[in-house]
């Protein structure tokens, strides 16, 4: 009886947290069409506040745990280690992501900013009304810069892990939820279209990919919550 009850408990917490996967995941998307229309009405009167980016990043990426809790759920339901295993290591990435965002790509893209603010304003160049030889000397001097330099430079070295970390956590995703494709529906399609993201995340058409896959995962949590 005490076996049948775990048992029984166990299933009703792996529904709970499959459901709400597909909640956060429909969240995700609500909140993504929500943050485009504020995001263009804010720049129509050329409004950024920090305080409304770290919040839509903070909401995100919770979002975003859940979603990937629901199918470490369904990696317990069908007894997969190695999808609760990779589950766990895209939670990881996504944290490490959230913290690398706001520690260390927001100050840099400050900083170009600053320099290139910098740059025209010694060289008193009005933007709206710029002479070709202004143009050259301008990137001439941004060129020159070498703290603009080091800041791109660093960009483009974060973007490049970014994009090989996540070009290998979807190929295993992939994998593991071919696995489980026996059991069920949808998940090989899903598997296939994150391993074809992954492969062609470098040049990101597999985002496309994988956002395609995100939407027959979303239907995977969606009937497996009604399991």
């Not at 990101?204 to 990919?209: K, M, R, T």
Request: glycine share 6%; net charge positive; aromatic share 10%.
């Amino acid at each position: 009886m005490k076996k049948e009850r775990k048992s029984s408990n166990s299933n009703k917490k792996n529904f709970n947290s499959i459901k709400l996967g597909f909640m956060s995941g429909l969240g995700i998307i609500i909140f993504s069409i929500i943050i485009v229309l504020i995001s263009g009405i804010l720049s129509t009167f050329s409004v950024a506040p920090l305080g409304f980016t770290i919040f839509e990043n903070i909401v995100i990426i919770v979002l975003e745990i859940l979603f990937v809790l629901g199918f470490y759920s369904l990696g317990k339901k069908y007894n997969s280690l190695f999808l609760r295993v990779i589950s766990i290591l895209i939670i990881i990435f996504l944290i490490i992501s959230f913290l690398g965002m706001i520690l260390l790509v927001s100050p840099t893209l400050t900083n170009m900013m600053n320099s290139i603010t910098t740059t025209a304003s010694s060289m008193n160049i009005n933007p709206q009304n710029i002479t070709v030889e202004q143009q050259q000397a301008f990137m001439q001097a941004l060129f020159s810069n070498s703290e603009l330099i080091a800041s791109i430079g660093v960009m483009i070295a974060l973007f490049l892990v970014y994009i090989i970390v996540t070009a290998i956590l979807s190929i295993l995703a992939g994998i593991a939820l071919i696995r489980i494709g026996k059991n069920v529906k949808y998940a090989k399609t899903a598997g296939i279209l994150e391993i074809i993201g992954g492969i062609t995340a470098i040049i990101l058409i597999g985002f496309i990919v994988l956002l395609v896959a995100f939407v027959y995962e979303l239907i995977i949590l969606n009937r497996e919550s009604k399991r």
